[in-house]
């Protein structure tokens, strides 16, 4: 709107004996200047392209009426620029906020600027995206009521006369929080990186090699320890940083559950390419780096978890394994209720149609008597 205001103001105060241009024409008043908003622009030495095309001189004609003709035809002269040039650059941009060009019309000596129609792609476009529907963003207050409902529902279940409703309610929240930790272990389990190289030739060491290696690696004390959070790129660094003085290696595994330890030994074998001698009853494996042992540039593989992420894989899954033997304990007690109310209701039944048989024990014995 500035642009606009500053062009009329401009063109108002400019003659048209001032104008540089000069169009012949049939028309009775043909020595007349005709001052358009395309030779203002030319005059002030702002680039005539920055625009669109538009923007060209306007020759009046008693027959046709306004015509436009291509501003190429016309020999510009660039002269020194005027003092609202920076202002022009400055309201440049306003032009690319539509989609719309925008055209300079002469309507009655007045100067306008008139907006073509859009591209009907693009109205299109628009009127799909506004048929989208809109997020509704909630107010900080209905956040807080909503959070306040749930809590009481929760509460109201916790305080349930009823065992089933307060069992079927923790279990259902166990189970969410299991969902929840699969699919967050998920992301720290690659198959793809488990597989192993074809081209890895696996050295062969006969039973002679074993027993030597064996001894000589038990009286070594050089260790590297494989912690609760299990075999990451830290330990596999260890093992290089060891083999590079030692043949043999002991790994230390404390804490490990029963039959990890096998897991560690083929996961180690794998990540470091050496050969797993033996393994001991106290969770300890013995490795050897292997005859043509060359250290690596990378010692610390890249597919491995980090010493952080590691620590937290070991939390989801000891999270997972407690949350697990809490459902197996709710089913469980879920299953000894449910027993209980079917001996309960049994045992009523029973209960009725033994009293059902005395009442009719005492009706007969009391007619007989009366017989």
């Not at 049939?26 to 920055?50: D, F, K």
């Not at 032009?95 to 591209?119: E, H």
């Not at 690696?217 to 260790?223: D, I, R």
């Not at 000894?336 to 033994?354: Q, S």
């Amino acid at each position: 709107m500035a642009f606009r205001c500053l062009i009329e103001r401009n063109l108002r105060s400019i003659p048209f004996a001032s104008c540089p241009y000069k169009i012949g024409s049939t028309c009775a008043r043909e020595s007349q200047y005709y001052i358009t908003p395309s030779s203002l622009l030319a005059q002030s030495g702002v680039p005539v392209s920055y625009f669109s095309t538009n923007f060209c001189p306007l020759q009046r004609d008693c027959e046709n009426g306004l015509t436009y003709r291509p501003i190429s035809s016309f020999s510009v002269q660039k002269q020194s620029p005027a003092p609202y040039e920076p202002l022009l650059v400055k309201w440049q941009h306003i032009r690319f906020f539509s989609n719309k060009s925008v055209t300079l019309r002469a309507d009655d000596g007045v100067t306008r600027f008139y907006l073509d129609q859009p591209d009907p792609k693009v109205v299109a476009l628009r009127i799909r995206e506004d048929k989208k529907p809109k997020k509704f963003k909630k107010s900080r207050n209905a956040k807080r009521s909503e959070l306040r409902f749930y809590r009481l529902k929760a509460k109201k279940k916790m305080k349930s006369l009823n065992p089933e409703v307060r069992i079927r309610y923790k279990l259902e929240k166990a189970k969410r929080k299991e969902e929840w930790l699969i699919e967050k272990l998920r992301k720290y389990d690659n198959p793809a990186l488990r597989t192993e190289d074809p081209a890895d030739d696996p050295e062969i060491l006969t039973e002679e090699e074993k027993f030597y290696l064996k001894r000589t690696g038990e009286k070594k004390k050089n260790y590297v320890p494989v912690g609760v959070r299990g075999v990451f790129g830290g330990v596999v660094l260890n093992m290089h940083l060891h083999w590079k003085k030692h043949e043999t290696l002991k790994v230390i595994c404390k804490p490990c559950k029963p039959g990890q330890v096998d897991e560690h030994a083929n996961e180690l074998a794998r990540l470091s390419k050496g050969i797993v001698i033996d393994i001991k009853a106290n969770n300890t494996i013995l490795m050897y780096r292997g005859k043509n042992y060359v250290q690596p540039e990378v010692m610390s593989p890249t597919e491995t978890l980090s010493k952080r992420q590691a620590l937290e894989k070991y939390r989801f899954e000891q999270s997972l394994d407690h949350t697990s033997q809490f459902i197996e304990k709710l089913e469980k007690e879920l299953e000894e209720y449910h027993n209980h109310v079917a001996l309960y209701k049994k045992g009523k039944e029973i209960a009725r149609e033994t009293s059902e048989v005395v009442v009719s024990d005492t009706l007969l014995s009391s007619e007989e008597s009366h017989n």
